[in-house]
């Protein structure tokens, strides 16, 4: 049975086509994905330049060792480089935040993503994309955390906002000019 699963991608170097890149080649081999909307944020944990950053859903029959292979793959297609530091700047950046309501080490990955809860980044565009489902640890709606998050004045020193983007004819952004951005 097909898993619901989603991913978070980032890039802060060529940007605009690394993600259309990882997005086309997502549709090609998982199908329609659902899409959030694409976010620029200050890079975390080193000085670089800004990131977009976005969470991708789809369903999958692949495992979780199997996905992770394939993203692995995709992100080395693109230009990344193997065993770059964990804070750098990179073309393409394509991480599994939850794998059905999978917990623990699984092949490998560790379920769910730890940067949920710790990335204004991470966290929003998967509250917009999947409000109601829960935090396969926590039970709490990803809106609930993120309402939470988003009201703690420590973790908004993550300059995050919408940003418009367009895919495939389809502008991304919903939230363009709703004035809910975290800075």
């Not at 369903?59 to 530091?85: F, I």
Request: hydrophobic residues 40%; contains cysteine.
């Amino acid at each position: 049975m097909p898993a619901q699963v989603y991913l978070s991608l980032g890039s802060n170097i060529d940007r605009d086509h690394y993600i259309v890149a990882a997005l086309d080649a997502l549709a090609d081999q998982f199908g329609e994905l659902e899409i959030s909307s694409v976010y620029e944020s200050e890079s975390v944990g080193f000085v670089g330049d800004n990131f977009y950053n976005l969470v991708v859903g789809f369903c999958t029959e692949l495992s979780v060792g199997e996905l992770s292979g394939y993203l692995k793959a995709l992100e080395y297609r693109h230009g990344r480089q193997p065993h770059c530091a964990r804070f750098s700047s990179r073309t393409l950046d394509i991480d599994i935040l939850t794998y059905a309501d999978l917990t623990g080490s699984v092949d490998g990955v560790t379920l769910p993503r730890g940067e949920i809860l710790e990335n204004a980044f991470v966290l929003w565009p998967l509250a917009e994309l999947a409000p109601g489902a829960q935090h396969p640890l926590l039970g709490t709606c990803y809106e609930t955390l993120w309402r939470n998050y988003s009201g703690r004045y420590d973790q908004c020193r993550q300059s995050l906002w919408p940003v418009s983007f367009c895919w495939r004819g389809d502008e991304l952004s919903r939230l363009m000019g709703d004035g809910a951005g975290v800075s």
